[in-house]
C-alpha cells in the first residue's frame, strides 16, 4: 500500500511541476485526454500514458525533460502518431511528450539548398514552402500529407523515391537534441561534413531513445527538368519481380520503382480512379527525371526492358495529370485496402532485389496456410515490402494468427540476406524478430550505445532493441513454437 501511495505522490508531484511550467490545457491527465495518444498507427497494441505534456518551446523541453530525470520517471516522445511499429507507444507510469505544437518552419536557404524547421512541421509541407524556390524535399512516405518530419527522422522513413534519392538520413544535414537530462545538443552541421564520429547517422533511426529533435536542417533538391511514368501490367506477380532487376540491370536508377499485386490494384483502383488495369496480376510503376533528353531516352530503354520481361501492356503518363493521378493510386494503397477488409497488418521487411520473386512465392504459400489474403504494395527498386495481411480481430484468434504469419515474412526476409524493417522501425512490433536478426555480441553494442546517452534507460524504453534474456525467451518459445506475446498491453 504504500507504494502505491508513493507512486501516486510522485506522479501528483510531477503534474503539479507540469503545470507550474506549462498552460493547463497543454498538461492532461483525464482519461478521455488521455486516449488520443494511447497508440500510432499500429493500433494493435494500446495503453494510456500516466500524462500529457504539449511543450512549444525547447526550454520547455528541456525543463520538462530535467524534471523526468530527476524523478526518473520514463518519457516517450510522439509526433503526428502515423508510426506503424509501435514506437510511439506509452507507458503508464511515464510521460508522453508531444511534439505537436513544433510546426514551425524556420528557413528556407534557397542559396545553400536546406531548410530549418521544427519536428512536426508535416513533411509535404517543407516540399510546399520549398516549390517557390524550384526546390523540395526528396524522402515522400506515403504518409507525407500528415507524418512529421521529427517522426520521420525517427524512424528513418523513406518512400516512393528514395531508390534514387535515399532514405531520411541521406537527406539531414543537422539536429538540435534534448538529451535526457535536458541538455540542448547540435548534432552534424550545415555543411556535408564534420570531424568526429557520425552522430547524425546514428541519430536517425533511433527511435527516441537517444533524444529529443527539436529542431531539423534537411537538404533540398532541385524540382528536374521532367518527371515521368511508365506503368506497366503483368499477368504473372514473378515475372514483375523479375522486372524490376532488368530495369536497374539496364543501367537505369529510376526516381521510384513501385509494385502492387491484383488486390491491392482493384482496391486503389475503387479508391483513387487511377486508370490503373483491373484484370493485372501486378502493376510496376517507374518514374524517370532529369533533363528532357534523359527521360526521353530512358523511357525508350524501360520499355523495351518491361516488353521483353513480360508485360501484358506498357503505358506512358500522357501529361502531369496522368503522372500525379498514377501515383495517387499507389500513395492511397493502405487506406484504399482498409475499405475491403474489417482489419489489416501493414509489414515492413527489406530484402535483396534478386530475391523478390522466391518472397512473393512464399508469401504467396503462407497465405494459403493461414487462409488469409495480403494485398502487396511495396518500394520494388530497393526491395522494402509492404505486405498488407487482411485479417478481422473481431474473430477469436485471427490477430494472433495474423502476427504469427507477419513473423514468418520477417524471418523469412532475413534468412534470404534481408532486414525485419526498411523503414517503419522496430519499435514494440519486431523486436522479437531483432533476435533473429542479430547475434548477442550485436545486441549488447546496441545496449552499450543506449547506456552511453541514456544510462537510466528513461528515453522510450523497452523498445526497438531486446534484451538478452528476451531473445533467450524467444529462442526457447520458436523451438515450442510458442508466442512471446505482450500481455501488459490493451488488445483489440
Known sequence: MSEEVSKSSYK?????????????????????????????????????PMVVVLPETVEQVQ????????????????GAGTGLSGGALPLEDGVLLSLAKFKQILN???????????????????????????LYYAPDPSSQIACTIGGNVAENS??????????????????????????????????????GYDLLALMTGSEGMLGIFVEITVKLLA??????????????????????????????????LEMMDKLAIQAAEDFAHAGYPRDAAAILLCELDGSNAEVSEQIMIVREVLKQSGATEVRTAKDETERELFWKGRKSAFPAVGR???????????????????????????????????????????????????????????????EEFGR??????????????????????????MCVQFQSAELEQFHAIKNAFDPETLLNPGKAVPTL??????????????ELAHPELERF
Open 12 to 48: 501528483d508531484q510531477l503534474i503539479q511541476a507540469f503545470q507550474q511550467l506549462l498552460p493547463d490545457e497543454a498538461v492532461l491527465t483525464e482519461a478521455e485526454d488521455l486516449r488520443p495518444f494511447e497508440c500510432d498507427g499500429l493500433s494493435v497494441y494500446r495503453r494510456l
Open 63 to 78: 525543463s520538462i525533460m530535467q524534471l523526468c530525470h530527476a524523478a526518473k520517471v520514463p518519457v516517450v516522445a510522439r
Open 108 to 134: 528556407i536557404d534557397p542559396q545553400n539548398a536546406m531548410a530549418t524547421v521544427q519536428p512536426g512541421v508535416r513533411n509535404l509541407a517543407i516540399s510546399e514552402a520549398a516549390a517557390s524556390h524550384g
Open 158 to 195: 523513406g518512400g516512393v523515391h528514395c531508390l534514387k534519392y535515399g532514405l531520411t538520413v541521406h537527406n539531414i544535414l543537422q539536429l538540435k537534441i534534448v538529451t535526457v537530462d535536458g541538455e540542448l545538443l547540435t548534432i552534424g552541421s550545415e555543411t556535408l561534413d564534420t570531424p
Open 223 to 256: 524540382k528536374p527538368e521532367r518527371a515521368q511514368v511508365v506503368l506497366a501490367a503483368f499477368n504473372d506477380v514473378t515475372k514483375a519481380g523479375e522486372a524490376v532487376g532488368a530495369i536497374i540491370a539496364a543501367g537505369i536508377i529510376p526516381a521510384g
Open 340 to 402: 475491403i477488409s474489417p482489419d489489416y497488418y501493414c509489414m515492413d521487411g527489406t530484402i535483396p532485389r534478386r530475391q523478390l520473386p522466391k518472397v512473393l512465392a512464399y508469401m504467396s504459400q503462407l497465405s494459403n496456410e493461414y487462409d488469409l489474403a495480403v494485398a502487396n504494395v511495396f518500394h520494388a527498386g530497393d526491395g522494402n515490402l509492404h505486405p498488407l495481411i487482411l485479417f478481422d480481430a473481431n474473430k477469436p484468434g485471427e490477430l494472433q494468427r495474423t
Open 408 to 433: 514468418k515474412i520477417l524471418e523469412f526476409c532475413v534468412k534470404v540476406g534481408g532486414t525485419i524493417t526498411g523503414e517503419h522501425g522496430v519499435g514494440m512490433e519486431k523486436i522479437d524478430q
Open 469 to 482: 534474456h528476451r531473445c533467450a525467451e524467444f529462442g526457447a518459445m520458436h523451438v515450442h513454437n510458442g
